[in-house]
């Protein structure tokens, strides 16, 4: 079974830049979140969604921070533009609802750098 | 309101000795799941292991063990027999209904 697949491993960029990271989970888990990651600290959610439906973004910095997950299956998440404090991990997880322990599998994660 | 809390930064053990990692939890949901992940330096995260609010049991998982006080809301990860590979960042999770939070860590370091 493919894990969590994410892309790019690393991103280096301007501030004021913009970048996008992809996300693709394992086939057929309906949940997928969004993890950033600071150096040193705990994942912290950014977003959560059920099948293409938003189910938590409360911690999502609007402003700058965008989430899609069209036919709900890969996912992207855009930061635009980004700020020096942006820099961090960016985890991707899925889960399944049916049976289990509902653990999260996480991809490699998306190191961005924000210069 | 911090939901989860990891209160060591940083522990140190022998190796082939036995470690206790804390984590204490808020919530007032009856039904929650607890989580223990291992991240490397690599920077992978590895489940290690469960506990439901409604187990009666700790859960067990080779060396892994969990020590679920319900009423101390606290959930501490044991490791018997220390190896090594064992040094890594250590998050306690919790999950109530499909959202899931995470704790500071603890980086654990075995000693030869």
Excluded at chain 2, 93 to 100: I, K, T
Aim: hydrophobic content about 35%; some cysteine; aromatic content about 12%.
């Amino acid at each position: 079974e493919a894990g969590v697949a994410q892309s790019p491993r690393y991103k280096i960029i301007e501030k004021r830049q913009s970048v996008a990271f992809w996300c693709n989970p394992i086939s057929g888990h309906a949940t997928l979140y969004w993890y950033q990651q600071i150096l040193g600290q705990g994942p912290k959610l950014l977003i959560q969604f059920q099948n293409n439906g938003v189910v938590d973004d409360s911690q999502l910095p609007k402003d700058r921070f965008s989430a899609e997950r069209l036919k709900g299956v890969d996912s992207t998440l855009k930061i635009q533009p980004a700020k020096l404090e942006d820099s961090a991990v960016y985890l991707c997880a899925s889960s399944s609802p049916r049976g289990g322990t509902g653990e999260l599998f996480f991809g490699e994660g998306s190191r961005l750098t924000v210069l | 309101a911090q939901k989860i809390t990891q209160t060591q930064p940083g522990m140190f053990v022998q190796e082939k000795e036995a470690v206790t990692l804390d984590c204490t939890y808020d919530t007032s949901d009856p039904s929650y799941g607890l989580f223990w992940y291992k991240q490397p330096s690599s920077g992978e995260m590895i489940f290690l292991i469960y506990q439901g609010s409604y187990d009666q049991q700790n859960a067990t998982e080779g060396r892994y063990s969990l020590n679920f006080q319900k009423a101390r809301k606290s959930a501490n990860l044991v490791i018997s027999a220390s190896q090594l590979g064992d040094s890594a960042m250590y998050f306690c999770a919790m999950r109530e209904v499909n959202d899931m939070r995470f704790g500071a860590g603890t980086r654990l370091t075995v000693k030869p």
